[in-house]
């Protein structure tokens, strides 16, 4: 989406950053059970495997869980079949024990996300919608998961609440009306507005907003709401997403309405991790 930054690579800083925080939170340094057993300096080789189809995310991340040698042969966006090698370890035993599975969590959860965005994703290209994810994304994980939607084929929405202005009815509420909502703003910003009826389209219209997030309509009413934002001397400018209870079961007659976008939360908030494994040799 043009209007917010796209996570299409992640910083290195940031990836080390994190990884020595989730390993801090699991004791890495002090895996009691591999150091009663693994002799020091044991130095073994291990494959991370696939165990089903899936759309890897992860290959950034993945060098920086370990110590030693970390080959990776695959791509972030790669279509992967079961029992495919991801990458190879050659480390000192300990370490790969006691880092494993800090970096299995990352790169399931991060796959998951992936996968679940790409079967959206193919549903809506022919349609030319975007499929756009949400900040309802697990505390510590964001800038991972919103990469992985871009790695899923989606786009990512404001990463922030900094990121750019969506003004939703509670915000509404507060200041009294819309019109009295966006005097307050600076109009250096673009602005979306979240609306539910047709008389606040109107009212968003005539004063002249860059977007719309059309919230819990069905596809009927989007269908009148988007003509009716087209037709006005602005309208072909207008970015128009729908949003709320739209999933894979029921957004193919969503697709045809004229929409730019669907938002979607499940695609970081309610996926299911990829199975996938480490393997000594």
């Given at each position: 989406?043009?209007?917010?930054?796209?996570?299409?690579?992640?910083?290195?800083?940031?990836?080390?950053?994190?990884?020595?925080?989730?390993?801090?939170?699991?004791?890495?340094?002090?895996?009691?059970?591999?150091?009663?057993?693994?002799?020091?300096?044991?130095?073994?080789?291990?494959?991370?495997?696939?165990?089903?189809?899936?759309?890897?995310?992860?290959?950034?991340?993945?060098p920086h869980c370990?110590?030693?040698?970390?080959?990776?042969?695959?791509?972030?966006?790669?279509?992967?079949?079961?029992?495919?090698?991801?990458?190879?370890?050659?480390?000192?035993?300990?370490?790969?024990?006691?880092?494993?599975?800090?970096?299995?969590?990352?790169?399931?959860?991060?796959?998951?996300?992936a996968t679940h965005?790409?079967?959206?994703?193919?549903?809506?290209?022919?349609?030319?919608?975007?499929?756009?994810?949400?900040?309802?994304?697990?505390?510590?994980?964001?800038?991972?998961?919103?990469?992985?939607?871009?790695?899923?084929?989606?786009?990512?929405?404001?990463?922030?609440?900094?990121?750019?202005?969506?003004?939703?009815?509670?915000?509404?509420?507060?200041?009294?009306?819309?019109?009295?909502?966006?005097?307050?703003?600076?109009?250096?910003?673009?602005?979306?507005?979240?609306?539910?009826?047709?008389?606040?389209?109107?009212e968003g219209l005539?004063?002249?907003?860059?977007?719309?997030?059309?919230?819990?309509?069905?596809?009927?009413?989007?269908?009148?709401?988007?003509?009716?934002?087209?037709?006005?001397?602005?309208?072909?400018?207008?970015?128009?997403?729908?949003?709320?209870?739209?999933?894979?079961?029921?957004?193919?007659?969503?697709?045809?309405?004229?929409?730019?976008?669907?938002?979607?939360?499940?695609?970081?908030?309610?996926?299911?991790?990829?199975?996938?494994?480490?393997?000594?040799?």
């Amino acid at each position: 989406m043009k209007n917010y930054k796209q996570y299409n690579q992640l910083d290195k800083n940031t990836i080390i950053k994190k990884i020595n925080s989730f390993l801090e939170e699991d004791l890495a340094y002090k895996d009691i059970t591999t150091q009663s057993i693994v002799e020091d300096n044991q130095i073994n080789e291990a494959d991370i495997i696939t165990m089903e189809p899936l759309i890897f995310s992860g290959s950034e991340i993945i060098p920086h869980c370990f110590d030693g040698k970390i080959k990776v042969n695959v791509n972030d966006g790669d279509l992967l079949p079961s029992n495919t090698i991801i990458g190879t370890i050659i480390a000192d035993a300990q370490s790969i024990l006691a880092r494993e599975r800090v970096m299995l969590n990352i790169i399931q959860r991060l796959c998951g996300i992936a996968t679940h965005t790409k079967k959206y994703v193919d549903l809506a290209e022919p349609f030319n919608v975007k499929i756009l994810d949400t900040r309802k994304t697990t505390p510590g994980m964001r800038l991972f998961e919103k990469y992985a939607v871009k790695c899923g084929g989606g786009y990512n929405h404001r990463f922030d609440l900094s990121s750019g202005i969506l003004i939703k009815d509670n915000h509404i509420q507060s200041a009294g009306s819309i019109s009295a909502t966006l005097k307050k703003i600076d109009r250096k910003y673009w602005v979306e507005l979240e609306v539910d009826t047709i008389d606040q389209i109107h009212e968003g219209l005539k004063n002249r907003v860059n977007g719309f997030l059309l919230d819990n309509m069905n596809p009927v009413k989007i269908k009148e709401a988007v003509k009716i934002i087209r037709s006005h001397q602005y309208g072909k400018e207008i970015f128009i997403e729908a949003s709320g209870g739209i999933n894979l079961t029921n957004i193919q007659p969503y697709l045809n309405t004229g929409i730019d976008g669907i938002s979607i939360g499940a695609l970081t908030h309610q996926i299911q991790s990829s199975d996938i494994k480490l393997e000594f040799r």
